[in-house]
């Protein structure tokens, strides 16, 4: 009763009000800002420019320089961007650059931007709002205590890899496999967090699991190249953004010893992975940031109560080519279980590089639908008192 009520009164309001309510006094200026820029980060961007594109705060033109990654300020919003091409120093001063620009709001992709952006505000007397999306674990990277325990000016969707769904995933490629290897970024909390639940997973059903700890992108080769030393059949890999962003350096030193590898998002497969098992849609992370954002700069929700959502679908992709170069054979259980598949270059799905997701496109519909539906998915985030008393008393029971 209590969220269709909610609901009831948010459609209203925010249909009479529209975006110029948002815009009354001045028009909000957003900072867009990734660890770095690959293809599922692209995907989470486009989300949210879709978003903003469909509520009419961008135009078709302006939407072509936001495309280029271009700074806009724009009829209806300003939008600048941030790239630490996944260098930590710099992207703490890419997050105290973007502060020095007074922004309304912080979109932060990726736990170490996320994790930045949440420190840097949290003494603020007046923050920006800090939406953030392509998080593993907030918790554990400190940004909140939980889905409704957190800064009151910050919230967002965790990405969580279920890692023990994916973890037996490898053992339907090779039910006899012993040795397994994973590789971390010791300075990322989502890559410690997640060697630790293939550690974990991987040793409760007979796999012996080794790992190796990287700083950065420069010492996957030999971190790799280390692991294979160790008699290691295949590698299962963190769901990180550093990781994310060498596994092509993974995948080379995997193809000269013939071993599969398996990252912990589907669709990897379709950026040379063998094997991709977990969380899905990076587009639609970005489509749940837009929905916190608009509703925000729109009077309906206030982001102190919105509660941080949580995907953790699962999904399964092959990749047959890749398979092949390492001649590595594909069992049909595996295949049974997969949702698609990648073979002769092309998708099951007919999925592009670029756009590694099937179907990364809004739902066609009216604006005034399309915001009742916003709204109800908002509403049941809504983080009422009882929630936040009862998360809070399973914290202090926890320490």
Not at 115 to 131: G, H
Not at 178 to 198: D, K, L, M, Y
């Amino acid at each position: 009763m209590y969220t269709r009520l909610l609901i009831g009164l948010l459609i209203v309001a925010v249909l009479v009000a529209g975006p110029a309510l948002a815009q009354a006094d001045e028009k909000p200026t957003i900072a867009i800002m990734s660890f770095g820029y690959h293809s599922n980060v692209n995907l989470s961007v486009k989300g949210t420019l879709d978003m903003l594109q469909a509520y009419g705060y961008i135009d078709q033109e302006e939407r072509a320089v936001l495309d280029q990654r271009q700074d806009l300020e724009g009829e209806g919003i300003n939008i600048f961007w941030g790239d630490a091409a996944y260098d930590i120093g710099f992207a703490n001063l890419m997050v105290r650059d973007a502060l020095d620009r007074d922004p309304d709001a912080l979109i932060t992709i990726t736990t170490p931007v996320a994790q930045i952006a949440a420190n840097a505000t949290l003494d603020m007397e007046d923050p920006p709002i800090v939406i953030f999306n392509v998080v593993s674990n907030p918790y554990a990277a400190g940004i909140a205590d939980a889905s409704c325990i957190k800064p009151a000016h910050i919230s967002g969707s965790q990405f969580l890899a279920p890692y023990d769904r994916i973890v037996p995933v490898m053992l339907l490629q090779n039910p006899d496999m012993q040795v397994v290897g994973t590789i971390f970024t010791s300075n990322e909390p989502s890559g410690v967090f997640g060697a630790s639940q293939i550690s974990a997973i991987g040793e409760s059903l007979g796999l012996q699991v080794e790992s190796a700890s990287i700083v950065s992108v420069a010492d996957l080769t030999i971190a790799a190249e280390g692991l294979v030393s160790k008699g290691i059949e295949a590698f299962i890999l963190p769901t990180e953004a550093t990781v994310a962003s060498g596994l092509p350096t993974i995948i080379q030193v995997a193809n000269e010893h013939g071993l599969p590898v398996m990252y912990t998002a589907g669709n990897a497969v379709y950026r040379g992975a063998t094997i991709g098992a977990g969380v899905y849609s990076y587009f639609k992370e970005g489509v749940i940031a837009a929905r916190m954002l608009i509703a925000h700069l729109e009077g309906a929700i206030d982001i102190a109560t919105a509660g941080i959502n949580l995907q953790n679908d699962m999904s399964v992709g092959v990749n047959l080519d890749v398979a092949a170069a390492q001649e590595t054979e594909i069992s049909q259980e595996l295949l049974a279980v997969a949702d698609f598949v990648v073979e002769n270059g092309q998708s099951s799905e007919g999925v592009t590089p670029g756009l590694p997701e099937v179907n990364p496109f809004l739902e066609d519909m009216p604006l005034e639908e399309r915001r009742a539906a916003d709204l109800e998915f908002l509403a049941e985030l809504e983080c009422t008192p009882e929630m936040i008393a009862q998360q809070q008393a399973e914290l202090d029971a926890d320490s």
